[in-house]
């Protein structure tokens, strides 16, 4: 770890120097220039400033972490009231697969009330341990006394990776643990791989999805990451339980809250796109808003949703929560027809690991097709016609 030393008996005109960094990362305090956090150790005030007022040492030592004192891979359980988000399962199949590759065990951490017999559901996964914090206090996820808990279970068990699911509640909760522990947190995961010095190397999309970023936490335990649903395969539920449940508790004092819930009203249930099993897509090539009643039907024909891309929620044609890519959802249907999507690397990113992919672009060598398992090169205002009027005759000898 690098660092600078401002030697200010070198220093004839402070505001020369400061005047030196493009950043703003050096000012003036009680007659002496000081370095803040905007400092990109760029190293122009030591090449450009009075000579030897600015050194620039390596000489800071990383703290060695004892990872034989860490062991196992967490899995935070995400639910309401006892229902358990499928992303558990997606990372307790990924947990386990990770840890048999450096014999580790596979860990649980189930929080709430009420929630002691819904816990014996998890031991049809491969989990070896559930450590349950049933106490009423528990019951609707509050960021403090959720917190509180983590750091008990940390602290007691000492896991050496913990997996958390993307959603609402797991965004919160992941930085905050994170913090608490002074370790390192990698968000959205779309692969994990365990080295055999079991360090986790952490893969997401970066820079707007042009790199894959390779983090690793080597000099500190937990390894935390958190990974959007259906990103990992779910393991094939086992009619037989395997493991056992840890019941935990807590001091009472350490579930105080400063927020007060007031009410909860029940939102109206509806169907997500991350849980269809067909997605129809709207991209670019779609030239007015009313055209996408068109495929509306198509997606109705089929028993599916209309999603789109990033342009046409930002043109206010579709709402956020049908957006796929990096910044809308993660989706694996069983088929998905995009049409006029040129297929960006963000885009992508969000559904190329859809079952079937057909793909619907007039230019032959729109990115898409190198994704898609079926392409179609062709205007999508002369082929989307042709497959509703082929799905209604269909329907109709059905009838």
């Known amino acids: 770890m690098a660092r600078l030393i401002v030697h200010q008996d070198k220093i ?3 505001q020369d120097l ?23 150790m760029c190293r122009l005030c030591v090449k450009k400033g009075p000579k030897g007022a600015m050194e620039y040492v390596e000489d800071m030592k990383e703290e060695q972490i004892d990872k034989d004192a860490w062991k196992g891979i967490a899995v935070y359980v995400d639910h309401v009231d006892g229902v358990i988000h499928p992303v558990t399962f997606e990372l307790l199949g990924k947990a386990r697969e990770m840890a048999d590759k450096v014999g580790y065990p596979v860990y649980a951490i189930f929080m709430g009330s009420n929630i002691q017999k819904k816990s014996r559901e998890l031991l049809h996964y491969g989990v070896d341990k559930v450590y349950v914090y049933d106490k009423p206090e528990l019951a609707r996820f509050q960021i403090e006394p959720y917190t509180a808990v983590f750091e008990n279970f940390i602290k007691k068990v000492k896991p050496s990776s913990i997996l958390v699911g993307a959603t609402t509640v797991g965004r919160q909760l992941a930085p905050r643990v994170a913090a608490r522990m002074h370790t390192g947190l990698t968000a959205d995961c779309t692969v994990l791989q365990m080295n055999e010095s079991t360090d986790l190397s952490q893969i ?3 820079f707007g999805g042009n790199i894959m970023a390779h983090i690793k936490t080597p000099n500190h335990r937990p390894q935390m990451s958190t990974v959007r649903y259906k990103i990992m395969n779910a393991p094939v539920r086992k009619e037989e339980e395997s493991g056992e449940i840890v019941k935990e508790e807590i001091p009472d004092d350490k579930l105080i809250s400063h927020v007060k819930v007031l009410d909860i009203i029940p939102k109206e249930k509806e169907q997500f796109i991350e849980n269809s099993d067909i997605l129809v897509a709207a991209g670019r090539g779609v030239k007015k808003k009313e055209d996408l009643k068109m495929l509306e ?8 949703q209309l999603a789109c891309t990033r342009p046409m929620m930002e043109n206010g044609w579709m709402d956020a929560k049908y957006q796929i890519g990096l910044s809308g959802r993660t989706v ?5 027809i995009t049409c006029g999507v040129s297929g960006s690397v963000q885009f992508v990113a969000g559904m190329n690991h859809s079952e079937n992919i057909f793909a619907i672009n007039k230019d032959p060598k729109a990115p898409i097709f190198k994704t898609a398992h079926y392409c ?6 002369d082929i989307v016609p042709q497959l509703i009027k082929k799905l209604e005759q269909k329907k109709g000898v059905q009838a």
């Open 12 to 14: 004839k005109n402070n």
């Open 18 to 40: 400061i005047s030196i960094c493009p950043f703003g990362a050096m000012e003036e305090k009680d007659g002496k220039v000081v370095i803040n956090a905007a400092c990109k």
């Open 204 to 206: 997401r999309p970066a």
């Open 297 to 304: 039907h198509l997606a109705e024909l089929l028993g599916g």
């Open 332 to 336: 694996r249907p069983k088929l998905i």
């Open 376 to 381: 179609l090169v062709g205007d999508l205002y």
